[in-house]
């Protein structure tokens, strides 16, 4: 279901085909990003019951460090139903910014692969994870609710979800957007001109940029109007993405001189 | 019922009966000084689902401005047991955060003030307030609990979070602190010395100021120990700090030249 409301979207000036992430794929590399999240419990009167928690992935679960004090500890024990919202915050607008719902069954797990995952995300964790009356739990995510901002939302399938991996380019990609904006205009305004409908483009920045391609903003009569262009194959990592670009630059020279 | 566990907490250089604003009072500045938030709503067959929403307080009450076609709403619509977390994002270590989870009911309300109180605070929604896919629901408030980080925690009382008023110096807190740590480092060692057990304090920091006082932390011989200087009388607006700070100054040099 689309949420058709929220800022009106200016039609971009590619194809919707151009490669790009999947919802899995957006929404398991936003979850990984993230080292906090409120936690869905039930009360023994079956309220629900969201309470601020850390977490670390362990596989395609969320596992938690939780003292057996805590009031979601106690629901837990009671009930086993749980889920575990995860949001960013990068986006001005707070309704722009994407988050995931990740409903399932949360019990108490002693594996030390789970431990092991909580404290290479949290080691200040050490301090007390040996405390006796802390534990772990591991949600076992049945359901995944995706919201990526205005426009782009979905239930995602629980196979798809375990089978999706965090993008790599993703704690790379501040970095590369800024650069490109600081220091690469003129690359910009090159893969408009070549790769969008913007073929007389003069004002562009870089908004985004995953495994699979890049966003821009350019800067039309009409106001500024997203495009995405793909790399020629996908990245394995943040590394990779200067050679895919100064390669799409050559591309998008030789067309332009055309 | 206390944590006593998360990092250990160096003893205090002041006494713990300086005045300081109560649980209901922390909760209510906190609430306040937020605009989103994590709504925990039942689906269908029960689980715990939190989502994430914007919110504004009308009275003591969270007002939401939701779509019908959001799976809140069909949650809500199904069943309205509801809580609202709101968390701060002011420190680096997660779990010294405050937060607080409001529960209670959630109904439709088509009360003017209740819109009023939503759109002061989201001016932005003024977009698609009046869509006729989204309506305004308010969480009757019955239990809150509060956590204002390690060790500070409890359930505060529904009338007494009623009556509580949000800090009116929090607004201006972090400029306060910004300025005297840039530019009143000797006022802070007067206070240290003539106010707190640190009487040869020689570096000090200000951690926080509200309306009843504000927070010192004095480097020891054994580290970084808090302290809590109250004012004379509480202040009705940050703007009646600087005097407020000023007088103890006074008294705090008079006290030293003994």
């Not at 901002?149 to 965090?166: I, K, Q, T």
Request: proline content about 5%; glycine content about 8%.
């Amino acid at each position: 279901m689309t949420n058709t409301h929220g800022p009106s979207k200016e039609a971009p000036l590619t194809d919707d085909d151009v490669a790009a992430p999947n919802h899995a794929e957006r929404a398991r590399t936003l979850v990984d990003g993230e080292r906090t999240g409120a936690l869905g419990t039930l009360t023994d009167d079956g309220f629900p019951y969201p309470s601020y928690v850390t977490f670390a992935l362990h596989e395609a679960n969320p596992v938690f460090l939780v003292s057996t004090m805590a009031s979601h500890t106690q629901n837990l024990q009671g009930d086993g139903r749980a889920s575990l919202l995860v949001s960013e915050d990068v986006a001005d607008d707070p309704l722009a910014n994407g988050r995931v719902t990740l409903v399932g069954r949360c019990q108490p797990t002693t594996t030390t692969a789970a431990r092991e995952a909580f404290l290479a995300r949290h080691p200040e964790a050490g301090y007390y994870v040996d405390f006796k009356d802390f534990g772990f739990y591991e949600l076992t995510v049945e359901r995944i609710r995706y919201i990526g901002g205005y426009g782009r939302m979905s239930w995602v399938e629980a196979d798809d979800w375990r089978l999706a991996s965090p993008d790599p380019v993703a704690a790379g990609a501040k970095g590369i957007v800024d650069h490109m904006n600081e220091d690469h205009a003129d690359a910009l305004v090159a893969y408009a001109r070549a790769f969008t409908r913007a073929t007389a483009a003069e004002e562009v920045t870089m908004s985004g940029v995953d495994r699979h391609g890049f966003e821009l903003s350019v800067i039309t009569d009409r106001g500024p109007r997203p495009a995405r262009i793909a790399f020629d194959a996908p990245l394995e990592s943040a590394g990779e993405a200067r050679s895919a670009m100064v390669a799409l630059l050559k591309r998008a020279r030789a067309q332009l001189e055309e």
